[in-house]
T-cell receptor
Framework: KQEVTQIPAALSVPEGENLVLNCSFT??????LQWFRQDPGKGLTSLLL?????REQTSGRLNASLDKSSGRSTLYIAASQPGDSATYLC????????????FGQGTRLTINP | DAGVTQSPTHLIKTRGQHVTLRCSPI?????VSWYQQVLGQGPQFIFQ???????GRGNFPDRFSARQFPNYSSELNVNALLLGDSALYLC?????????????FGPGTRLTVL
């Protein structure tokens, strides 16, 4: 059974800092991994999708890496801004079982002005 | 282009009642999935539908059911509501049945069971 863990559960940093969010998964047989952003009480906004054959993806100030063999992914946010404050979720699309995303519990990020 | 849309936005029900939630996928997307997100946790998979057929089911009781219509929109039905069904219900769509496709989520329906 695929399990996804995100550490830390919460993170608070001053504006302008670069930061890294971590995601680990137990079964390396995946099709892809997605990072999402969720604002309080809202739906999920897809940030980056990394296919299993890829090592990283970049979008603006965001960079996500994937090490499938070790079951790890990181989301790097450069030059953080208060508008980046949200919960960040990673999800894996496993080869085994139904076509579904298995989510971590998220990292709640607060950027202080 | 419109994204995934869901209705209603909020819903309040009492225990034992029935609820129907609706989802319209992105135009051209044929796959719809439903997730339940309890406060403070990540979303949990409920169902996936593709071409009007159920293609996957999560670990939820039979009180939960869904269907997909010819226009690829979908309904999630929950019978005999329990307090524990209070959650944000998210719908996601993707282009096709391929497991490599990116999934796009709607804004969700907030269900409160009293």
């Amino acid at each position: 059974k695929q399990e996804v863990t995100q550490i830390p559960a919460a993170l608070s940093v001053p504006e302008g800092e670069n930061l890294v969010l971590n995601c680990s998964f137990t079964d390396s047989a995946i099709y892809n991994l997605q990072w999402f952003r969720q604002d309080p009480g809202k739906g999920l906004t897809s940030l980056l999708l990394i296919q299993s054959s890829q090592r990283e993806q970049t979008s603006g100030r965001l960079n996500a890496s994937l090490d499938k063999s070790s079951g790890r992914s990181t989301l790097y946010i450069a030059a953080s801004q208060p508008g980046d404050s949200a919960t960040y979720l990673c999800a894996v699309n496993s080869v085994q079982g139904a076509q579904k995303l298995v989510f971590g519990q998220g990292t709640r990020l607060t950027i202080n002005p | 282009d419109a994204g995934v849309t869901q209705s209603p936005t909020h819903l309040i029900k009492t225990r034992g009642q029935h609820v129907t939630l609706r989802c319209s996928p992105i135009s051209g997307h044929k796959s719809v999935s439903w997730y339940q997100q309890v406060l403070g946790q990540g979303p949990q998979f409920i169902f996936q539908y593709y071409e009007k057929e159920e293609r996957g089911r999560g670990n939820f009781p039979d009180r939960f059911s869904a269907r997909q219509f010819p226009n690829y929109s979908s309904e999630l039905n929950v019978n005999a509501l329990l307090l524990g069904d209070s959650a944000l219900y998210l719908c996601a769509s993707s282009l096709a049945r391929s497991r490599n496709n990116e999934q796009f989520f709607g804004p969700g329906t907030r269900l409160t069971v009293l």
